[in-house]
């Protein structure tokens, strides 16, 4: 007869970046109260705070350069999870840059008073080569394509961010330490073309949530950038020198709104890896495979999602990593600079209204009252909303 454990079981789902963090992430945050009936908690105030948490187990908190919130949010988090009555989920993709020892600090916060699970989500290094260097570019990098790849495949050692949290093996043996195989689960990104709600079914089942109570169809955000849109971002990075410094103002300004709100949005060349390297990257990705089918976890979906076919170059092929020639880039510059002149009036008629609405209430107060309260109301709602999302986003990344 099973025992029950009448402690609260929770799930730290600790990376790895490009796998469809953002994605689940967006699907649990924004319907927060449906988790919730699901038995399911999300702790802290916003998605925010799980992100504040990795800068405190990282070690990083107490830098000046981060929201001083961040100092001791791991533990209030831990402690909010560990008074729990069901199941809990802490999730972001940055603690899979820990290192053991803080991984094992962290998860000794909770492992006398609760049951813990770790979860990473993973996908085939073929795409997540490509996905990791557009994610460097949109955090300030001016390596290129060629490079980045040059780099990943020197690094023998295993020392560099891409392997510190692309080793799917090595992020669950970091955070796995002195937990059950059956606490440690892998949830594998299913191969392009899939239909894009598997990896939501196979994360719910994990966190023991219905998959179809909730809401899929919301915009997708963090999608990939063509090589197009991506070089261009690179040249941007090279010509701003030490302005827009990351952390600071760069992730608003130009992650937020330039890679993700424009260049994102614009179709490009899709980027590829050359043949030879698809081989070693899908050679990587079955010793990775391998590692974890040994270490006997439990994976949730198929260790096969990890390893795709290579492609065999039976004619020379084109560079993948040629830069775009001079015209398609200035092509791509024209419509951002148009396109951004859109957005930068869009922001300044919002502030203009709102600046409008504050002058009309002081002014005449009683009227405004009466004639604009209720219908300026979800307006307001709206401006508060973006300026706290602007004000999370500037400390983000």
Known sequence: MAIHDPRPRVFLHVGSPKTGTTFLQDVLWSQRETAREQGLLLPGERFHDHFLATLDVRGLAEDPIYPERARGMWDRLAEEAVASDGNVLISHELFAGATAEQARR?????????????????????RQIA????????????????RFVQEVRDDHARTSWFWQVQDYAGVLERWGVGLPPEHLHLVTVPPSGADPTTLWDRFARVIGVDPAAFDTELE???????????????????????????????????????????????????LSLSAED?????DESRAIADRLAAAGVDVVGDLADLVPTPVTAEAPEEDP?????????????????????????????????????????????????????????????????????????????
């Open 278 to 282: 698809q081989k070693y990257a899908a």
């Open 106 to 126: 962290a998860v000794a916060a909770l492992a006398d008073r609760a049951e813990v699970h770790v979860v990473v989500t993973a996908r085939d290094h073929v």
């Open 321 to 397: 990593y040629a830069v775009p020639p001079d015209a398609a880039l200035l092509a791509e510059s024209v419509a951002t600079i148009a396109d951004l002149l859109v957005v930068l009036n869009e922001r300044r008629a919002a502030v203009q209204r709102a600046d409008d609405l504050t002058a009309t209430a002081q002014e005449k107060p009683v009227r405004f009252a009466l004639v604009h309260a209720s219908e300026q109301r979800p307006l307001l709602r709206k401006l508060r909303g973006a300026y706290r999302a602007a004000k999370e986003r500037r400390s983000d990344s």
């Open 220 to 270: 997708r955000s963090n999608s990939s950038l063509g090589a197009e849109q991506a070089e261009l971002l690179r040249r941007v990075n090279v010509e701003l020198g030490d302005r827009l410094p990351l952390p600071g103002p760069y992730p608003l300004v130009v992650k937020n709104v330039l890679a993700h709100r424009i260049l994102e949005s614009r179709g490009g060349t899709r």
């Open 131 to 146: 996905a990791e260097w557009q994610e460097h570019v949109k955090h300030r990098s001016a390596a290129t394509f060629a």
